[in-house]
């Protein structure tokens, strides 16, 4: 299916605002706080900010949610970057399409707390959760970019913890090779509207040193899938993250994992951010609404 007109905007847009300002670790924050105040919670939507493990957080509610299902969503931004107000445009509608109850943390971010504490943090307000009486199998774990490797790595500290898993991993356009590998940083850079890898580089070397990048819980596509939950990947034909992954998927399957890889044309690095503005975001969010009632 080919890109709507408004993609074919919004993907200029992006270019101009993000790509080529080329901007530094301070004004990617400041940036991302001025476009957070744009944004008006949709009716039919509550917003609860508490206080969780030491970690500022916020329970995004649904009117009609269910009771029962919780989305924990870890935001993406490079590991240096995010917090609750930058994705609440993307969260609050995922919230309302899928119809469950969102929690949206902020943990600690680099290069102030470097790796492992964005780790801790995430752990922590899992198992926050189970101590709540959440069961894991209503709990759903997602996450965009280096949110979306975060997920997997939580996964994997989970598993070989011995603690119970979430249902299943939503991953929009995940970050999860930090030693950059695939062959997507050469033949994407330059359709990629929103990242490079020279920037991606920056921010891996704030998060952990350079011998630490093949870490399995830096860089989840080094990592054994074995019983994972179920998996959902999104990502953009037009992203230098491609292979991140196709990685993943490729390397969840060979380990028995039920996987779905959603490549979408002409889509850039999480084009979900853009929620209403523009279609494909809402599908994007409808296919995930199929895919969480299959498990």
């Given at each position: 299916m080919k890109p709507s007109l408004r993609a074919y905007f919004w993907r200029f847009v992006m270019r101009k605002?993000?790509?080529?300002?080329?901007?530094?670790?301070?004004q990617n924050r400041v940036s991302e706080a001025q476009m957070a105040a744009f944004f008006r919670l949709p009716k039919r939507l509550r917003l609860e900010k508490i206080v969780l493990a030491g970690l500022a957080a916020a329970w995004i509610r649904p009117d009609d949610?269910?009771?029962?299902?919780?989305?924990?969503?870890?935001?993406?931004?490079?590991?240096v970057a995010g917090s609750i107000d930058s994705h609440l445009m993307l969260c609050a509608p995922l919230a309302q399409t899928l119809k469950v109850n969102l929690l949206l943390p902020e943990y600690r971010l680099a290069p102030e707390n470097p790796f492992p504490a964005a780790l801790e943090d995430a752990l922590a307000v899992y198992r926050w959760l189970l101590a709540q009486g959440h069961r894991p199998e209503n709990i759903l774990l997602?996450?965009?970019?280096?949110g979306g490797g975060l997920a997997v790595a939580v996964t994997l500290a989970l598993r070989e913890a011995g603690d119970p898993l979430p249902a299943a991993l939503l991953c929009l356009s995940p970050w999860c090779d930090l030693?950059?590998?695939g062959q997507s940083h050469v033949t994407q850079a330059k359709s990629d509207a929103v990242l490079t890898t020279a920037l991606l580089k920056e921010w891996a070397a704030c998060y952990t040193e350079e011998s630490n990048l093949s870490n399995p819980l830096v860089s989840p596509v080094y990592a054994d899938f074995h019983g994972f939950p179920p998996l959902l990947i999104q990502v953009g034909s037009e992203e230098i993250l491609l292979d991140d992954a196709r990685a993943l998927a490729e390397k969840a399957r060979a380990a028995g994992v039920r996987v779905e890889l959603d490549i979408w044309d002409g889509m850039w690095h999480v084009w979900h951010i853009l929620a209403d503005l523009l279609?494909?975001?809402?599908?994007?969010?409808?296919?995930?609404?199929?895919?969480?009632?299959t498990v």
């Open positions: 605002m993000l790509k080529e300002r080329h901007l530094t670790l301070a949610a269910d009771p029962h299902k919780i989305l924990l969503y870890l935001h993406g931004g490079g590991y997602a996450g965009d970019s280096a030693t950059h590998q279609p494909e975001s809402g599908q994007a969010f409808r296919q995930i609404a199929r895919f969480i009632q």
